[in-house]
């Protein structure tokens, strides 16, 4: 079994990062790849370094050390919207929707859109309009049919639907990578299969996707590739086709160790 070795220049990058609290070390130099048009899982077990590591990516934690860049060239993010102006979008597993607000509210939380002239600019009116008609074009692109009306509160959806929303809105805005927390932590088999299906959609309109999951079987239907974090570092790189579920899991616990020359 060899590590997964790729010419494409990555889409994302970083390298050697490192983050402490104290005495504990949550990135003990990191590395990832993240290359166009794919999906690439991290898994790990709990406490590997996985939240820690998509957080720097995202700008949501500084790193203490190492180097990030993006389409080749360095960047650093201090917050989180850094990232987003570069056009990196994360959905955590809270999906931070606003349960009392619509569909379309939702997906223009903090980027509302103003009405054009005096009304806009002056006293401050949303453009209730056309945010709603973007609103339905971004998840009529996604294939989101199950959702009739856009001016719906998020309260009333189910967890399908509400993650439906949470990526629709992070591919609204996410011109370079979405990364994904999660996305099907307690959801049903039907919505969840749904939320793959998301995935993949979105993979195949061009942005590249990074998923942490703890679901296996989610992980080998859908990826691409597969990060194997451990202890805070990236161990290897796998694919369903180079390693078994159990033999990815085994290097993700411990219980099996890389080929030397592996990466």
Known sequence: MTAVVDSREPVLQARDLVKRYGAVTALAGADLDLYPGEILAIVGDNGAGKSSLIKALSGALVPDSGEIRLDGEVVRFTNPMDGRRAGIETVYQTLALAPGLDIAENLFLGRELRRPGFAGTVLRRLDRKRMRAEAQQHMSDLGIATLQDIGQAVESLSGGQRQGVAVARSTAFGSKVVILDEPTAALGVKES????????????????????????????????????????????????????????VALMTGAMEPARHAS
């Open 193 to 248: 299969e749904r939320v793959l299906q998301l995935i993949r959609d979105v993979r195949d309109r061009g942005l590249p996707v990074i998923l942490i999951s703890h679901n296996m079987p989610h992980v080998y239907e859908i990826a691409d590739r597969i990060h194997v974090h451990r202890l805070g570092r990236r161990l290897t790189v796998t694919t369903p086709g180079s390693h078994t579920m159990a033999e990815t």
